[in-house]
């Protein structure tokens, strides 16, 4: 059932997407970075069996967060997209710290949340270093590369720019991620499974998001897409 649900979730999620830049033009790819960004990070924290491996929650709605910076970079160019990342860092900068604030709190003795916030957001230092670590340098990354293969490429193979970049940089953000956070934690092979297990699944979700990319294109250049003014004017 996992295999099933995990694809239905992959389709929602793109669908969903495509829908945010629809109705609400880049803006919702910004609110779509923003929500992508503090819910990976939550769903992290379950593990699950998938295809045979042992892997973490989170996967499909971060590499997602990467198909909205793309999308940022093919219509409305690198200022954008990178407005898309710093967005994102600073919201989850603010959510790590609000929610520490918030387990500092001592509980009523008829609470029944506090055990649960306290396991999901009480992250360690170090988890949360290579939380932000991994994100500024992928997302960064993604960014870079999506116009460097832009310009490289005059234009053409939308489908190259948009797989390549994401497909190095989310190896970059597993890299980085699972060194800094568990290094010295587990042995070497189980660092290695995790890796590439994470990898994987993160591959298939950016070949899986091609489409959007183009139709994301098509109706940005039909004009279909809102834009700030046409949201004051109404």
Request: glycine residues 6%; proline residues 2%; positive net charge.
């Amino acid at each position: 059932m996992n295999e099933i649900i995990w694809f239905s979730m992959l389709i929602f999620c793109l669908i969903s997407i495509l829908a945010c830049y629809r109705l609400f033009g880049k803006q919702g790819l910004y609110a779509w970075t923003v929500m992508c960004v503090i819910l990976a990070n939550i769903q992290v924290m379950k593990l699950i069996s998938l295809f045979g491996m042992t892997a973490t929650l989170g996967n499909i709605l971060y590499g997602t967060s990467f198909l909205a910076t793309d999308i940022l970079s093919e219509n409305h160019g690198k200022k954008d997209a990178n407005l898309a990342v710093h967005i994102g860092f600073f919201m989850l900068l603010m959510m790590v710290v609000v929610m520490k604030f918030a387990i500092l709190f001592i509980p009523n003795p008829h609470d029944m949340a506090h055990e649960a916030l306290s396991k999901i957001f009480g992250l360690t230092p170090r988890v949360a270093g290579a939380s932000f670590c991994a994100y500024a340098s992928s997302q960064y990354h993604d960014v870079w590369m999506f116009h460097l293969l832009k310009d490289k490429t005059h234009d053409k193979h939308l489908w190259l720019r948009n797989n390549v970049s994401t497909m190095v940089s989310q190896a970059i953000d597993t890299g980085i991620f699972v060194g800094v956070a568990f290094y010295g934690m587990y042995p070497t092979n189980v660092l290695l499974s995790l890796f590439l297990s994470t990898y994987v699944i993160k591959w298939i979700v950016a070949l899986g998001d091609t489409w959007c990319v183009y139709l994301a294109r098509k109706w940005f250049r039909e004009g279909k897409i809102r834009t700030e003014a046409e949201y004051i004017v109404r």
